[in-house]
Protein backbone atom coordinates (compact mmCIF):
# COMPACT_ATOMS: atom_id res chain seq x y z
CA UNK A 1 0.00 0.00 0.00
CA UNK A 2 0.96 3.54 -0.19
CA UNK A 3 1.21 3.85 3.35
CA UNK A 4 4.25 1.02 3.42
CA UNK A 5 6.13 2.82 0.31
CA UNK A 6 6.02 6.68 2.82
CA UNK A 7 7.24 4.22 5.62
CA UNK A 8 10.30 2.76 4.02
CA UNK A 9 11.16 5.93 2.20
CA UNK A 10 10.99 7.34 5.90
CA UNK A 11 13.48 4.32 6.85
CA UNK A 12 16.02 5.46 4.48
CA UNK A 13 16.13 9.26 5.16
CA UNK A 14 15.86 9.38 8.51
CA UNK A 15 18.90 9.95 9.08
CA UNK A 16 20.26 12.41 6.73
CA UNK A 17 19.16 15.97 8.54
CA UNK A 18 19.89 17.57 5.12
CA UNK A 19 16.41 15.42 3.47
CA UNK A 20 13.24 16.73 3.93
CA UNK A 21 10.25 14.93 2.75
CA UNK A 22 7.07 17.19 2.32
CA UNK A 23 3.95 15.36 1.02
CA UNK A 24 1.17 17.06 -0.03
CA UNK A 25 0.25 19.75 -2.79
CA UNK A 26 2.86 21.50 -3.95
CA UNK A 27 1.10 24.64 -4.06
CA UNK A 28 0.69 24.35 -0.39
CA UNK A 29 4.40 24.39 0.31
CA UNK A 30 6.35 27.16 0.97
CA UNK A 31 10.05 26.14 0.25
CA UNK A 32 13.08 28.07 -1.55
CA UNK A 33 16.41 27.26 -2.70
CA UNK A 34 15.49 23.25 -3.75
CA UNK A 35 18.26 21.07 -4.49
CA UNK A 36 16.29 18.09 -5.36
CA UNK A 37 12.96 16.93 -6.56
CA UNK A 38 11.34 13.96 -6.95
CA UNK A 39 7.73 14.68 -8.26
CA UNK A 40 5.23 11.57 -7.63
CA UNK A 41 1.54 12.69 -8.27
CA UNK A 42 -1.60 13.20 -10.31
CA UNK A 43 -1.15 12.48 -13.74
CA UNK A 44 -3.07 15.33 -14.65
CA UNK A 45 -1.37 17.72 -17.41
CA UNK A 46 -2.05 21.10 -15.34
CA UNK A 47 -0.81 19.14 -12.30
CA UNK A 48 2.36 17.79 -13.86
CA UNK A 49 2.65 21.63 -15.17
CA UNK A 50 2.34 23.23 -11.65
CA UNK A 51 4.49 20.94 -9.58
CA UNK A 52 7.50 21.04 -12.52
CA UNK A 53 6.36 25.05 -12.29
CA UNK A 54 6.74 25.04 -8.50
CA UNK A 55 10.05 23.05 -8.35
CA UNK A 56 11.93 24.82 -11.11
CA UNK A 57 11.06 28.29 -9.87
CA UNK A 58 12.84 27.16 -6.20
CA UNK A 59 15.31 24.99 -7.44
CA UNK A 60 18.96 26.42 -6.93
CA UNK A 61 21.73 26.29 -9.61
CA UNK A 62 22.66 22.89 -10.77
CA UNK A 63 19.82 21.32 -8.86
CA UNK A 64 18.09 18.36 -10.39
CA UNK A 65 14.21 17.53 -10.11
CA UNK A 66 13.41 13.65 -10.84
CA UNK A 67 10.07 12.11 -11.36
CA UNK A 68 8.30 9.02 -12.65
CA UNK A 69 5.95 7.42 -14.84
CA UNK A 70 7.37 10.14 -17.50
CA UNK A 71 5.97 7.68 -20.29
CA UNK A 72 2.09 8.02 -18.61
CA UNK A 73 0.12 10.27 -21.44
CA UNK A 74 -1.21 12.35 -19.39
CA UNK A 75 2.33 12.94 -17.43
CA UNK A 76 4.59 13.53 -20.21
CA UNK A 77 1.99 16.42 -21.81
CA UNK A 78 2.85 18.64 -18.88
CA UNK A 79 6.52 17.96 -19.57
CA UNK A 80 7.43 20.48 -22.97
Avoid at 14 to 26: H, K, L, R
Avoid at 30 to 38: C, E, G, H, Y
Wanted: charge should be negative.
Amino acid sequence: SSLDLLEIQKMHIEDFSNIIAYTGDSKSLDLKNISLVFVDASHDEDDVTADLEYAWDRLVNDGCIFGDDIDSPQSSCGIK
